[in-house]
């Protein structure tokens, strides 16, 4: 819910006296408002005023809150014709039930908003909706059964209470929660104004329908459905302030046809006008909110997603880097120790071999044996970590690696390297050898092909690396496609932690065709 103390909240004085005039104005709008529909009250704004301010503020400046609104709205009610209806007792009385009700919604919301969850909006709806506007109408009838006036009593009891529900929930999206802020009315109109023009155009061709068929009693009920798809398309364009916002122009709207006698509410009695326009915008905004929580919950879900999202990429660079680390630790541990100690083992065996006599040939055996095991340790060690990658640069760290496989398992490796693909920063130049390095063994482990192809270079100010071969190819569709080696989702991984995107274009018999590209401007270069 909103707070007012993250804003420069007034001193308690000050907001008793803001709730005042606020009181008095909100009373007299109601008045207003109501004049214009003979029937009876058609809204009462104090009521949702009160509600919105103390769902906002901490409980500590209730009672001056609920003291400047009542002498604002008992003034108000002192003038002649200041009250929708005839004795102001009433709405005070209801005004200091507020705070008691806004104490009840606070501890079932946990100090979230209604639209969290049904259970929430459910508790908002029964307090505000049905109980606070009985209440309401319960003390009308009682104030009014000493001046005998009962003649009405059921119809008063309708006005009464359609006109303070219709209150509390025109002033919700003030507290019902900061994404209901009427920012989100700018996605109205951007990035273009079409979805507002076109909401417009819809209401006044709704509005042109209401007054030339609003008569006829078999169309009625379409011509009350009509605004329903309007109110959808703002709540899912512009969400709770897009349906609130609807929801007030179209009761604009049915408001002037029916002062002009016009539209699907005008009944025989004027006062059975007012109910079934009352009526009406009250279901709408009940539904518009029932609307509005499964779009604020698809909208949470939305954003559990991005953010869990986020943080799986996260850990996923993390383990990558951890990897990266790990790898070269061990590449160190092979070349500074277990490669430094095979080599003194093979100077110590050239000496024993010299002073063996007969027994030299088996010895010089072990010998070339020791050297080939410390030749595939040294091998090892570079492919786990390229140092000669940080050393002369990603070329020849691309080019040492193509023609290490190109003699040790026989394909041809045809490797070109774009001048200005040489400098590029730390964390691209790893990314693209390590793709290098898994597409060039694949496609020998597994593809068996005979002819692969390397092409590194800077496009557009992006890196771009395309490793074409000629091998078996495989499946993408099926169970194959979920069976994707950890090879290729790293690498799909290591691109995106760049910003950048990985694609992989293969099928069976037709070689594959794998292609890394990685933008350079939020790059800085080594």
Known sequence: ??????????????????????????????????????????????????????????????????????LGVSLAAAFPGGSIIESGAPLVFTLVLVPLAAHIMRALCNDA?????????AGFLGLFVIALPIASSAATLI??????????????????????????????????????????????????????????????TIGLLWSAFGSLS??????????????????????????????????????????????????????????????????????????AVLIEQRVDIRRALVHSGREVRELAGRLIEAQEQERSRIARDLHDDINQRLASVSIELSAIRRSAGANGAELSHVQDELIALSEDVRHLSHNLHPSMLHETGLEAALGSLCNTQRHRNGPSI???????ADNLPDAIALCLYRATQEAIGNAIRHARARAIEVRLGVIDQNAELRVDDDGIGFSTKGEAARRRGLGLLSLDERAKLLGGSFELNTSPGKGTHVCIRIPLLSQRPR
């Open 113 to 121: 908003s209604p639209l969290r969850t049904f259970r929430n909006l």
């Open 143 to 204: 104030a009014a059964y000493p001046t005998g006036t009962r003649g009405q009593d059921f119809e008063t009891w309708l006005h009464v209470g359609f006109a303070h529900a219709l209150g509390y929930l025109a002033f919700a999206p003030v507290w019902f929660k900061p994404r209901a802020r009427w920012s989100t009315l700018q996605r109205m109109f951007l990035p273009d104004s079409w979805p507002a023009i076109a909401s417009l155009a819809a209401i006044a």
């Open 218 to 291: 078999y169309v009625r009920p379409m011509l009350l459905l009509a605004p329903i798809p309007v109110l959808v398309f703002t709540a899912l364009r512009a969400r709770v302030a897009g349906a609130y916002v609807i929801v007030i122009v179209i009761a604009t709207v049915a408001i002037q046809l029916s002062r002009a006698g016009r539209g699907p509410f005008i009944e025989d009695d004027e006062s059975l006008t007012a109910l079934s326009f009352t009526s009406w915008i009250l279901a709408t905004g009940v539904a518009s909110w029932l609307l």
């Open 1 to 70: 819910m909103v707070r007012l103390e993250a804003f420069a909240a007034p001193s308690s004085l000050g907001l008793g006296l803001t709730l005042f005039a606020g009181g008095f104005v909100s009373q007299m709008v109601s008045v207003l408002v109501s004049s214009h529909a003979d029937g009876g009250p058609l809204v009462w704004l104090p009521g949702g005023l009160l509600l919105a301010v103390l769902m906002s503020i901490a409980p500590s400046r209730w009672l001056c809150c609920v003291t400047g609104i009542v």
């Open 414 to 420: 045809d490797l070109q390297v774009m001048p200005d």
